[in-house]
Every structure is written in C-alpha cells, then in structure tokens.
C-alpha cells in the first residue's frame, strides 16, 4: 500500500533553500509528507529565466529536488514573464502561460490516481482548471497581492514582482476548494473575499538549536534573498548603522543573495559575506539576528529560521507579523528604533538574557500554533481522499545525477563536455569547467518522464574526443549567462565555442544589410528584438564561419524608423517583437562575402545572416 500522492507546483525551485518563498515550499511538502502523502513536484522555471535575464547564473539544484520528491517535473515558459505592466495592474493570469495548464492537464491523465493539487501563489491559479472534477484543489498563497504596488511609494520605487486588484486576487482563489494563508492577518483577509475554504498555515520549523544568550554583541546579522522588501530594509538599516559606527560597537554581518544588490563599496561596521554554503555556519557566527523590514506581506521566514536555531532576534513589526510579539524589541517602529534596540544591548548580558526568553517563549507559541495548524490541514486531506490507496502510475526510473557518461568534442585550446544527468546549483564543474549551455527541457508529452537534461561545459585543457560528440547542433538551450558575459576563457576558446553554438536552436533569426563600414567598424540594418533596442544589454557578438569565428563588440543601436520592415523570424520565442535598428559593430571589418552574425544575450540566442557583396535582404510591408 503506497501514499497517495499530491502534486505540488511551484515557480521557484525547492533548492537551494535560499529565499523565503523556497523555504515555505519546502516546510509546506514536508507537512505533506508527515501526514502519510507522497510529493510529486512540477516546477514552473519562472525564477531561473529571471535569474538569466538578469544575467545570473540561476541557483537550482534538481538533484536535490529528485532526492527529496517522489517525482520531480520541469515546465519551461516558451514567452517571456512580465515584469513590468502598462497597467494599473497585472491582471491575475498575465504570469500563468498555456504551458502550465497543458502540463497539468498531461500529468492528469498520466498520473489519474493523484488525489489533490497544490499551486503556489495565486497568479499560477490558471492552471487549477485543467485539474478533472474529484480532485481537491488547493492554493499556497505565501502573500497578499492586491495592490501590493503601494507599498513601493515611500521608497519612490516601482515593484519588479507580481500585483494585481482586489477583483483579480479573489477571482483567482475562487478557483479553489481550499486556499491556504501564511499569517492570521491575510487569513481573515481571504476569507473576507474568497468562496474557498481558508486555512491557516504558518511554517513549522523545527528547533535546529537550543537558545543561547549572549554575554555582549560582537556580531549583529541579517541573512536574506535579494529581493526588494529585503533590499531595501536592509539597505536603509545599513546605512544607519555605519553611519556613525565606531569600533567599539558590533559588526553587521550581511549573508545570502542580497549582497549582489548592495554593491561592493565598503562601508564601516558592514561585512558582506555572501553567499553560505551552510545556513548553520552563519547562525553560530553571530550574536544576535535583526529583522528591520520596512515593506513585504507574508510571514518573514528569516525571522523564524533564526529562532529555530536559537538566536535572539530584534525587528519591526513588519518583520514579526504572524508571530503575536509582544516584547518591544520585536514592534519597532523603523530601522532607527531598531539600531537603538541593539544599541542598548552590546553590554548588557541581563538584558541580553531577557531578550533571549522573549524570544524562545515567542518560538515555542509560534511553533505550538504551526503544529495544530498542520494537524488540522491534515486532518482535511484525509477526510477528502480518504483512506490510502495503492499508487498504479507507472514507475519512474531513477533519474541519473551526472550518472551517464560524459560525451567530450575537442575544441582548439580546450575541450567541450557534454555531461546528461540532474544539475546542481553550481555554474563551474570541477572535472569538466564552466558552464556554457543547459538544454531547455522538452514539455512533458508521454509518461514515464525524466527530468534529466544535458549541459555543456568548456575548460581550457586539451584531450581527445570521448564518445559519440555532436556538439550543439540543432539543441534548444539557455546560455549560462556569466559566461556570455564574463572574458574567463581564452579568445581563441570564446570563438571556438561560438561556433559550436551557432548550430543550436536560436530564440531569433534575422536577415541584415551593410549600412557603414570604417576601420574595424561597421553598421548593420535589421530587425531586433524591442527590448535589445532600449537600454544597454551586455552580451556578445560573433562573426562566424564555418570553421572560425571573430569576437566582435557590441556598439550603439539606434531604433530606425522605416516604412518597411526588416525580414525577422522568432523561431522559438512567441514574445519577441521586432523593431528595425541599425546596428554598431567594432573589432572587425565588414563581411563581404556573406556570413552569419551570433548575437547572445542572457538567455537569448539570436541569429543574424549577413547579405553577400551586390544582394540585399527582401522587405516586407
């Protein structure tokens, strides 16, 4: 007799658990698993085309999610994901594509005997209507977004993450039958405009750590994600707080992701540790957590991660929302209210030891409340699916974790490695060097399925060809962005590695005509996509041919206002509109005899073919 099983699907990864909305993934399923049910997770790659458009590396590690899951899916968005409106306001399905509800509805079929499905965050609550009468439905909402753009005015920002109006977010959860709040406040919200049953609850998280007082604050910190409550809470705290800092005073120690946003000038006071391998490592490496939001709704998962491991913690009331504080030091008013808090704490060991008890009696009530929470969420799964039924889906074969044998293509000046498996969350292999290529995964068509994929890697080292090696030719891929980007490989190897790339799938195609030529200089005239014309996109540019390649570097692009068009072709991108532009190129002379053009940028790679001397591309109207 197997578990019933519930899938759950999500927009970001479950690991690395290095934001807020990924723990709460995570302690969600795990509240699943201890009430009898088997986890299958679908995970809408939202947060990786995020990450590579911003031109990072995206942190996630499938073999972690494979390990922890019953099965593990990966839904790729074919367009874009909006993260700008012209709008009031998105509307409640602008970021949940077709592609979603196509999966669901496979997965359905496939997989009949799953008994409910759980979708986090409301703006995903689209795909719900592909799920078949019977099924239990639920919604993770993790926050509030009616008119969650509001509270960017005082900080004269615009928000870069999903809002929406009242009539949106309630038609959203009404797509429901249970919808499930983060804190009480937002519970008693949704119940207030939602036909779905709400309940309530919060994260449960286990004691990593007994509490321990410290005798004096040597050390201060705040752990987060790089997102902008945390950005800018932490970033006004920081600069109160080396404001006028002397040594005598603690060190503020700022770990996670949010160090890439707060720049790399020093400041006094300030350590910027980045990104930890071991969240524990930073926990016993500081006396004394603040949590200084300022902005943000939910639960502020930092804050109950910190208690777990037995670390006082002084914050706003924003930072403590969900948890009933009572102690002053856990409803100050704004970031100077709480530097004043630590102030008068760095020698005060009594005081320090009372706020070490306020905070594991604030826990221990937190955590009681979290385990009747779930209890009661379980209790109303099971009295829904009723009693254990066998799992008859067929059988999943074990997904290989870099399992299968490497396939290698010398190149000259290195070598190109293609390794088919599970990735991590790390962009450079130690064995087969940096990460150039991951396959876009195909969407889920017949079951079984894997969620295996191939990346390619280049290193500077020679060696001979292992296996049967094909290069890239005719895979769809995401370009590792850093290394679109950085200059870490030799040019000889960049250009190589060009060529290979050449041969892959491209997001664009276009055709160009020679507008200016000078010394190591010349003008194209085509079409690209909008978002390359406006801003400046750091990318590259390769000038190929069949056996070679030219970097070249990107110059000025210029929007031109033609009558006729410029021939374009999206090939595998539905969003990508086309604008004529004239186009600077330097760092090589024009092309005479025809040729292709590698434009990459971030996740894009676009493809551009290069008239020959006395022909020109046809034009359309």
Same mark, same amino acid.
């Given at each position: ?453 191939? #990346?390619? &890697? *280049?290193? +500077?080292?020679?060696? /001979? !060809? ?7 030719? %005719? =895979? ?43 010394? #190591?200089? &010349? *003008?194209? +005239?085509?079409?690209? /996509? !909008? ?7 750091? %990318? =590259? ?48 002379? +024009? ?31």
């Amino acid at each position: 007799m197997n578990r019933p099983t519930v899938l759950v699907i999500a927009p970001m990864p479950a690991f690395p658990t290095s934001a807020g909305n990924r723990r709460r993934l995570v302690t969600t399923c795990e509240s699943l698993a201890r009430g009898g049910f088997a986890v299958d997770l679908a995970y809408f790659a939202h947060e990786d085309q995020i990450y590579r458009r911003f031109g990072q590396h995206p942190p996630t590690d499938a073999a972690a999610m494979a390990r922890h899951f019953q099965r593990t899916f990966r839904v790729e968005p074919k367009a874009a994901i909006p993260l700008k409106t012209r709008a009031r306001h998105f509307s409640i399905d602008d970021w949940c594509p077709d592609e979603l509800g196509d999966f669901v509805a496979w997965y359905c079929a496939a997989y009949p005997e799953t008994r409910a499905v759980l979708v986090n965050y409301v703006f995903l609550s689209r795909c719900l209507a592909a799920v078949p009468p019977g099924r239990l439905t639920l919604i993770d909402t993790h926050d509030r977004f009616a008119d969650r753009q509001a509270q960017y005015r005082p900080f004269r920002a615009e928000p870069n993450f999903f809002y929406t109006d009242a009539a949106g977010e309630a038609a959203g959860l009404d797509r429901a039958d249970v919808v499930l709040a983060i804190q009480a406040e937002e519970a008693e919200h949704f119940a207030a405009i939602t036909r779905a049953r709400v309940h309530l609850l919060p994260p449960h998280f286990p004691a990593r750590r007994p509490f321990r007082a410290p005798e004096r604050l040597a050390r201060i910190g705040f752990i987060g994600h790089g997102n902008d409550p945390n950005l800018f809470s932490i970033g006004r705290f920081a600069e109160a707080w080396s404001a006028d800092w002397t040594p005598s005073r603690p060190i503020l120690v700022i770990a996670g992701e949010i160090c890439a946003g707060l720049g790399a000038r020093p400041r006094p006071g300030i350590e910027l540790a980045g990104y930890v391998d071991r969240i524990e490592d930073f926990y016993d490496g500081v006396d004394l957590v603040v949590a200084p939001m300022l902005m943000g709704s939910g639960l502020k998962m930092k804050v109950a991660e910190a208690l777990s491991f037995g670390v006082p913690v002084i914050g706003t009331s924003i930072g403590f929302e969900g948890f009933s504080p009572i102690a002053p030091a856990h409803r100050c008013a704004g970031v100077d209210e709480v530097k004043a808090q630590v102030l008068t704490l760095v020698e005060d060991a009594r005081g320090l030891a009372a706020l070490t008890e306020a905070c594991a009696n604030l826990f221990a009530s937190y955590n009681s409340g979290t385990q009747a929470a779930e209890d009661a969420l379980l209790t109303l799964l099971r009295a829904h699916i009723g009693d254990l039924i066998p799992e008859r889906g067929d059988a999943v074969p074990p997904a290989a974790i870099d399992g299968h044998d490497p396939v290698t293509l010398a190149l000259p000046g290195g070598a190109l490695t293609c390794v088919a498996g599970l990735g991590t969350a790390e962009p450079d292999d130690a064995r087969h060097g940096i990460l150039i290529a991951t396959e876009r995964a195909a969407p889920p068509g017949t079951a079984p399925y894997s969620p295996e994929r191939r #990346r390619w &890697f *280049v290193q +500077a080292e020679q060696g /001979p !060809s292992r296996g049967i090696a094909s290069g890239l030719a %005719g =895979a769809e891929v995401a370009l590792g962005p850093e290394w679109v980007r950085g200059r870490r490989l030799p040019p000889a190897l960049r250009a190589a590695v060009a060529v290979e790339i050449a041969g892959v799938q491209p997001d664009w195609e276009a055709e160009a005509r020679l507008v200016g030529a000078g010394p #190591r200089r &010349f *003008v194209l +005239a085509l079409a690209l /996509p !909008s978002h390359l014309v406006v801003g400046r996109h750091p %990318g =590259a540019a390769f000038l190929v041919e069949p056996d070679a390649a030219l970097e070249l570097t990107l110059g000025a692009i210029t929007p031109l206002g033609l009558a006729q068009g410029l021939p374009f072709l999206s090939a595998t991108r539905t969003d990508l509109a086309p604008v004529p532009a004239s186009l600077t190129l330097d760092g090589g002379e +024009a092309p005479t005899n025809g040729g292709l053009l590698l434009i990459l940028h971030d996740d894009l790679v676009g493809r551009v073919r290069l008239p020959a001397a006395g022909s020109s591309p046809g034009l359309h109207p």
